[in-house]
């Protein structure tokens, strides 16, 4: 089989379609209803089955749409893909929404990009600037304010969940990056479920046992979080992240925990104090201000040359 041509790196465009980035955002916002279809329609007590039924059925149908298989390098490279994205990412999230209210848990995913900064520098040689650090310090101090000050139970094993999860999806983001993709969106979307569901089955056996029952409520869950949450939130993620530059699209995953605060706010009656809602602002601008063009008095100071005294 013949492989198609490499799909070019992303370059900045300041007149790229705003169809792009609507196309791209349509993701984070699908990715925060994860959290009040896990606490209210999926069978308690089952990540990882949950994360294998999210995946696989996901997978083989793209796949069967697509008819296409990875080729050379690309079937190491896709298996480091969906692991990375999605056989570490969706259980750990599943954890974290678990174990966590819906907000909390997807702000901890949603520091990503403090994450993909380090690993950035780690892996592409692209050093952060003294902004993208400061504000990164001010995303933990928010963060701490949040757990601190919650009203709901905060456990600690689901904000560890939570905290490698967004190292797991950054470091997959940081190579895409570094790799880019061979095919359209749809395509490696499949290739990258069909491995996670691949690895989640075993997985799902071994800790967990025989698979859950599902219901009408649980196959409503699944069906949602499998064909709107995983293959086509990510077919649009993939597709409009091959047409935006990195840097313009860093700062869409934050609507996800919008939608999964206001989520839980309006169907589940969720209680967030004072200081919590600080910190919940505090982090999310942090976020933001960390994607943004450092000011030009700090941009100097990050390109003045180090000279030996």
Same mark, same amino acid.
């Given at each position: 089989?013949?492989?198609?041509?490499?799909?070019?790196?992303?370059?900045?465009?300041?007149?790229?379609?705003?169809? %792009?980035?609507?196309?791209?955002?349509?993701?984070?916002?699908? #990715?925060?209803?994860?959290?009040?279809?896990?606490?209210?329609?999926?069978?308690?007590?089952?990540?990882?089955?949950?994360?294998?039924? &999210?995946?696989?059925?996901?997978?083989?149908?793209?796949?069967?749409?697509?008819?296409?298989?990875?080729?050379?390098? %690309? %079937? #190491?490279?896709?298996?480091?893909?969906?692991?990375?994205?999605?056989?570490?990412?969706?259980?750990?999230?599943?954890?974290?929404?678990?174990?966590?209210?819906?907000?909390?848990?997807?702000?901890?995913?949603?520091?990503?990009?403090?994450?993909?900064?380090?690993?950035?520098?780690?892996?592409?040689?692209?050093?952060?600037?003294?902004?993208?650090?400061?504000?990164?310090?001010?995303?933990?101090?928010?963060?701490?304010?949040?757990?601190?000050?919650?009203?709901?139970?905060?456990?600690? %094993?689901?904000?560890?969940?939570?905290?490698?999860?967004?190292?797991?999806?950054?470091?997959?983001?940081?190579?895409?990056?570094?790799?880019?993709?061979?095919?359209?969106?749809?395509?490696?979307?499949?290739?990258?479920?069909?491995?996670?569901?691949?690895?989640?089955?075993?997985?799902?056996?071994?800790?967990?046992?025989?698979?859950?029952?599902?219901?009408?409520?649980?196959?409503?869950?699944?069906?949602?979080?499998?064909?709107?949450?995983?293959?086509?939130?990510?077919?649009? #993620?993939?597709?409009?992240?091959?047409?935006?530059?990195?840097?313009?699209?860093?700062?869409?995953?934050?609507?996800?925990?919008?939608?999964?605060?206001?989520?839980?706010?309006?169907?589940?009656?969720?209680?967030?104090?004072?200081?919590?809602?600080?910190?919940?602002?505090?982090?999310?601008?942090?976020?933001?201000?960390?994607?943004?063009?450092?000011?030009?008095?700090? &941009?100097?100071?990050?390109?003045?040359?180090?000279?030996?005294?």
């Amino acid at each position: 089989m013949k492989a198609p041509n490499a799909t070019s790196a992303p370059t900045a465009d300041r007149t790229t379609p705003w169809k %792009w980035v609507l196309l791209c955002a349509s993701a984070p916002a699908v #990715w925060g209803t994860t959290y009040v279809v896990t606490t209210e329609l999926l069978p308690a007590g089952y990540p990882v089955w949950s994360s294998a039924l &999210r995946a696989l059925p996901a997978g083989i149908i793209g796949l069967l749409i697509c008819r296409q298989l990875p080729w050379g390098e %690309w %079937w #190491w490279k896709s298996l480091v893909m969906g692991l990375l994205n999605m056989g570490m990412f969706f259980p750990l999230l599943f954890i974290s929404a678990y174990r966590l209210p819906g907000g909390l848990a997807s702000v901890l995913i949603a520091c990503q990009p403090l994450f993909v900064a380090a690993l950035g520098y780690l892996i592409l040689k692209e050093a952060p600037t003294i902004w993208r650090i400061v504000w990164g310090l001010i995303g933990i101090a928010g963060i701490a304010m949040m757990v601190l000050d919650s009203d709901a139970v905060v456990d600690a %094993w689901g904000i560890v969940a939570g905290i490698i999860g967004a190292g797991s999806m950054a470091a997959g983001i940081v190579l895409f990056k570094k790799w880019h993709r061979p095919v359209g969106g749809l395509t490696w979307a499949s290739w990258l479920l069909a491995w996670a569901g691949v690895m989640l089955v075993p997985a799902s056996f071994l800790f967990e046992g025989a698979p859950p029952p599902i219901d009408a409520g649980a196959g409503a869950g699944y069906a949602w979080l499998g064909i709107v949450g995983a293959l086509l939130a990510y077919w649009a #993620w993939f597709g409009g992240l091959g047409k935006l530059p990195v840097s313009a699209a860093s700062f869409l995953p934050l609507l996800s925990p919008i939608v999964a605060t206001l989520l839980g706010i309006i169907l589940l009656q969720q209680y967030l104090g004072l200081v919590q809602w600080i910190g919940f602002s505090i982090c999310l601008l942090a976020i933001v201000c960390a994607q943004l063009p450092p000011p030009a008095r700090t &941009r100097k100071m990050d390109q003045v040359p180090k000279t030996r005294p």
